[in-house]
């Protein structure tokens, strides 16, 4: 898919990766609707962006919250082609600790943002984009991208919640490819490494090196601009589809 005059549903996109993304698809000529919690930091980002970024005020769990923003994107924008869901948050919490069981409600709260909330928005981002004319040669109306983690796959203590949430994104990721595939929709997930977004940049260097250390090459923590390149890569190769994409300099997380 080409990004000229093609608009954007991104949560998560006042900060960091979401940001970042934005960035990348006004520079090619798209246009952006910030969905996230934080109203006063989206406006801000929406006029920093220019004429081709608005933002809304929502709760990706709140099924009127995401379809009242969607409703106001089209009035906006008058189609949606494209969703870039980076909404999310990391919980640490053990199974067991010496104060007892996990709260279930802890679970339930990580599930809902980053699993169920993912969800919330593609479907309604996708009932719209059914309605988009066919692009040549394929036929293609639209492409969902859904960010997971490499907790997904390595998993570690104190993870339980935040790893099923993001390995619910990555399982769920070729049934609604399948699903949407008669519409012309694809779906594809990254599931980025240890990056610097404003989560992490607060963090102190007894965080920060060991996980610095797992990386394979390059010896760092990832550049949002990069997975902003990897999700422009994802829109424009039609033949990308059903897959998840590690984006993480080689990093295999150890269990603390």
Same mark, same amino acid.
């Given at each position: ?27 090619? +000529?798209?246009? !952006? ?76 709260? !990580? ?5 169920? +909330? ?64 008669? !519409? ?73």
């Amino acid at each position: 898919m080409q990004l000229t005059d093609k608009v954007a549903v991104i949560t998560g996109g006042a900060s960091g990766l979401g940001r970042a993304t934005a960035e990348s698809i006004i520079a090619a +000529g798209g246009k !952006v609707a910030l969905f996230d919690l934080n109203e006063e930091l989206a406006t801000n980002t929406a006029q920093a962006l220019g004429n081709n970024a608005a933002a809304y005020k929502v709760n990706v769990v709140e099924e009127d919250s995401v379809q009242a923003a969607i409703d106001a994107t089209m009035k906006r924008f008058g189609a949606i082609h494209i969703n870039v869901n980076c909404a999310g948050i990391g919980a640490a919490a053990r199974t067991l600790s010496k104060d007892g069981a996990m709260p279930l409600k802890t679970f339930n709260f !990580v599930i809902g943002v980053n699993l169920i +909330g993912t969800f919330n928005t593609l479907r309604l981002c996708a009932e719209q984009m059914q309605k988009n004319a066919e692009e040549a040669p394929d036929g293609e109306r639209g492409v969902i991208i859904n960010t997971a983690s490499v907790a997904a796959f390595d998993g570690q203590i104190g993870q339980a919640a935040y790893s099923a949430s993001k390995a619910g994104v990555v399982g769920m990721t070729l049934p609604i490819a399948r699903d949407l595939s008669r !519409v012309g929709i694809r779906v594809c997930t990254i599931a980025p490494g240890i990056f610097e977004t404003p989560m992490m940049m607060g963090a102190p260097d007894r965080v920060k090196l060991p996980l610095i250390e797992m990386v394979q090459f390059p010896k760092r923590l990832g550049d949002a601009k990069e997975f902003a390149l990897l999700s422009r890569q994802i829109i424009e190769n039609p033949y990308l589809n059903g897959e998840t994409i590690r984006l993480d300099g080689g990093i295999r997380m150890q269990p603390r």
